[in-house]
């Protein structure tokens, strides 16, 4: 069974910045593609970024493209999601997922492998 836990979610500022990381555990984490999706209250959860294994492939939602980066530590069995300039709409619970598809976590939730707990993010003056 494959093992995430997601951590590194607090309550900032707009305009600040904030570093998640997901450990793995229980699989060969350098075979997965790993991805990360957010939940606002009210809304689906949605994709914001993805990783391939080796991390030579990256893609993320347009509404983050600029402000996060997703980077991945295969040695430490850790990916990462480093966002800067947050935005209130940024809001939301943050979950790590992982899949041996790189595109299948970027069709979105329906059908992704494994999934972490939530972290929550809570931008706000």
């Known amino acids: 069974q494959f093992q995430l836990v997601a951590s590194g979610g607090a309550s900032v500022e707009p305009g600040g910045s904030l570093r998640l990381s997901c450990a793995a555990s229980?699989?060969?984490?350098?075979?997965?593609?790993m991805g990360w999706f957010r939940q606002a209250p009210g809304k689906v959860r949605e994709f914001v970024a993805a990783?391939?294994?080796?991390?030579?492939?990256?893609s993320y939602t347009d509404s983050v493209k600029g402000r996060f980066t997703i980077s991945r530590d295969n040695a430490k069995n850790t990916v990462y999601l480093q966002m800067n300039s947050l935005k209130p709409e940024d809001t939301a619970v943050y979950y790590c997922?992982?899949?041996?598809?790189?595109?299948?976590?970027?069709?979105?939730?329906?059908?992704?492998?494994?999934w972490g707990q939530g972290t929550q993010v809570t931008v706000s003056s």
């Open positions: 997922a992982a899949d041996e598809s790189y595109s299948a976590l970027n069709r979105g939730s329906n059908g992704v492998g494994s």
């Open positions: 990783i391939s294994w080796s991390g030579a492939r990256t």
């Open positions: 229980g699989r060969a984490f350098g075979n997965y593609a």
